[in-house]
């Protein structure tokens, strides 16, 4: 019975794990017998040896201490030495002669050898010899020191016993010091050989691991060698070659796999056909898909789940001026159609989560160049049902509907002014004339009155004179409707734009004057002409003015500059004023006909100001001027071709006068 290949590659594996096991172990246990005799010199002989040193060192200070003792003369200085003499250092030789004692004990019980159990036994005896010669010694000091009655003689064989008995101590503790230094000496040379041992042991070992791993390595090569065949096969695969051949005595395992890969390869080549087709699919899907974002004039954004942006048409890049590279990966906020969607952030992050769509009218949005257009939004979630997550982002749809609005906003301005037409024929019938006969009769019947005298008469006279103002202010009124209604234009002709400027000054200088209003005049001499009806131009620039110097009047410092200037192809006409400005509610309807915020005010002016402009191809816009007051841009094309030079040579008139505003 042949043994199977994960049977021979296991087997291999563990005959290596045993040698390098056994060989490890080995290893250890000898580093730990080696450890442990380093252990035990350590803990015994070398602590002995130190005890022993400090033996020696005690029994040296005493021996100084006594020979100063006896041969001080100062009774207080000889008091002091006799104590450390005969007290302190007798207690703390008797105190290591106690520890080395012990370690001796301690080291007996550990001692594993008959030779360490001998050299410990010679130990301990010597320091018993020791421990009776210092009882000896200490008692000859006592005695010594403490006996007043001795002679001279006495003394000195007293002091010859104690220095004997000192001496006999310190001889045994040379002794076996020397003999802890041999044994010490001994214990690190048997530490080295067994070192040198084990060694060798651990190398010969390694060497016969390695050998036979070897072996086993190369009798688990030869047992795998079948597999570089199924490895070729699986590249032929791999390479598209579905055909798999295989040695017959391989054996049943591979006989096995080939079976499988051959199987496989008949899959594959059935998949990749299938594959190919899907592919073409898919690309003629994408190829249709990218065709239809390109050619939409929609702006299409797409985004996935977390609102970060996939996808951008062209149309979108162009409209909301996004670089090529500069959208994919970003968040959606961080795109200029965030600011008409900012508002419903709720509803967005909702509809991406598989809530329902967001559509939106009419939202302003504001692009990079500071244009500003007006957005239809529709925002829809792409759901995937073949998904765990049904809703993998949202498509944003923006539609561009500024010319709608706009044309819508023209077209209610143009039925308002014809419910003005309609309004102004009625009143030049029914009010024009019997204003016209009231005012004749106001005349006629100051005229009787000029001859009549009396204390009523000049009182009668003013009376008179200020119906007949009202009757003129209501004829100047209706003249206005009548002229808003009639929307007529005069016969274009190229216009000088300052001329024109000049020839208003001229007009208003004693009215302004009057009032107080300081009117600057800075007109450019590149500012060109204009193709214009000059009745039209003239009427929305007096119109312009008036509403400025009416802002101003009654204040100090009263300011209305006029200004002309020329950037390319278009000519521009401002007029400003240092007064309050607009109140920021209130700025979207100053251009709308009869909005006025004047207690008399027709609220006409402005809407037949920007009505004058806009037909001639031009725009009237307003802005707030910083530090306060209000400024009106009339922006026309020029009619002597564009100039890109704008070589501004100003010049300033100051005249002094009025302007009323809006009637």
Request: glycine share 8%.
């Amino acid at each position: 019975m042949r043994t199977s290949l994960s049977a021979r590659v296991f087997l291999g594996f563990v005959v290596i794990l045993a040698l390098f096991a056994g060989t490890t172990g080995f290893g250890l246990v000898r580093m730990h017998r080696i450890r442990e005799s380093l252990r035990y010199t350590a803990d015994t002989y070398v602590a002995l040896t130190r005890n022993l040193a400090q033996i020696k060192t005690l029994l040296d200070i005493r021996d100084d201490y006594t020979e100063r003792a006896l041969a001080e003369a100062d009774p207080r200085l000889r008091l002091y030495l006799v104590r450390y003499a005969r007290d302190f250092y007798p207690r703390a030789i008797r105190a290591r002669l106690g520890e080395a004692r012990s370690s001796v004990d301690e080291a007996t019980e550990l001692s594993t050898t008959d030779a360490q159990r001998r050299f410990l036994a010679d130990a301990g005896d010597r320091l018993r010899t020791m421990d009776e010669d210092e009882v000896a010694a200490e008692e000859a000091l006592a005695e010594l020191f403490d006996r007043t009655d001795l002679g001279d003689e006495e003394r000195l064989l007293l002091r010859e016993r104690a220095r004997e008995r000192a001496a006999a101590v310190a001889k045994q503790v040379r002794l076996l010091s020397l003999n802890l230094d041999e044994r010490i000496a001994q214990s690190v040379l048997k530490a080295e050989r067994d070192e040198q041992d084990a060694a060798w042991a651990l190398i010969t070992l390694a060497t016969l691991a390695g050998a036979v791993g070897l072996l086993v390595t190369l009798w688990v090569a030869r047992a795998l060698r079948p597999l570089r065949q199924l490895a070729d096969a699986a590249h032929a695969l791999s390479r598209g070659s579905y055909t798999v051949e295989i040695d017959p005595n391989a054996g049943a395992e591979m006989e096995a796999v080939a079976l499988e890969l051959r199987a496989l390869g008949n899959a594959l080549k059935e998949r990749e056909g299938a594959l190919a087709r899907g592919n073409e699919e898919l690309t003629r899907l994408k190829a249709f898909l990218e065709s239809v974002l390109a050619s939409a004039r929609v702006a299409i954004v797409v985004t996935d789940g977390s609102l970060k942006v996939r996808r951008v048409n062209p149309a979108a890049r162009s409209f909301l001026q996004l670089g090529i590279l500069e959208t994919e990966g970003r968040p959606l906020e961080e795109l200029p159609i965030w600011s008409a969607l900012k508002d419903h952030e709720k509803e967005l992050r909702r509809a991406a989560a598989g809530g329902e769509g967001i559509h939106l009218s009419t939202v302003p949005l504001v692009r990079a160049d500071g244009s500003e257009v007006v957005l239809d939004v529709d925002v829809e979630p792409l759901r995937d049902p073949r998904s765990a997550t049904p809703v993998t982002g949202v498509v944003v749809l923006g539609t561009d509907v500024t010319d709608r609005e706009a044309a819508r906003e023209r077209l209610t301005a143009t039925e308002r002014l014809a419910a003005v037409a309609h309004l102004a024929a009625q009143v030049a019938h029914e009010i024009r004339n019997p204003l016209s006969s009231l005012g004749l009769n106001c005349e006629l019947l100051e005229d009787e009155l000029g001859a009549v005298e009396g204390p009523r008469a000049e009182e009668i006279k003013n009376l008179l004179r200020a119906i007949g103002r009202e009757i003129d202010r209501l004829a100047e009124l209706t003249e206005g409707y009548l002229k808003h209604a009639r929307l007529g234009r005069g016969q274009p002709r190229s216009v000088d734009i300052n001329a024109a400027v000049e020839d208003l000054a001229a007009l208003v200088r004693d009215d302004l004057r009057r009032r107080g209003v300081t009117l600057t005049v800075i007109a450019s001499p590149m500012a060109g002409t204009v193709r214009a009806d000059p009745s039209r131009l003239r009427q929305a620039l007096l119109n312009l003015v008036r509403n400025a110097s009416e802002a101003v009047t009654g204040h100090s410092n009263a300011v209305v500059r006029v200004m002309t200037s020329r950037q390319g192809g278009k000519v521009s006409l401002v007029v400003e004023d240092n007064g309050p400005g607009v109140n920021a509610e209130l700025k979207e309807r100053i251009f709308e006909p009869f909005f006025t915020t004047k207690d008399q005010g027709s609220g006409l002016g402005l809407s037949i100001s920007r009505q004058a402009v806009e037909e001639h191809g031009g725009s009237l816009t307003y802005e707030d001027l910083q530090g306060g007051g209000a400024r009106f841009v009339a922006t026309f094309n020029a009619a002597d071709g564009p100039d890109d030079d704008d070589e501004v040579a100003t010049r300033a008139n100051e005249v002094t006068g009025h302007a009323g505003g809006p009637a």
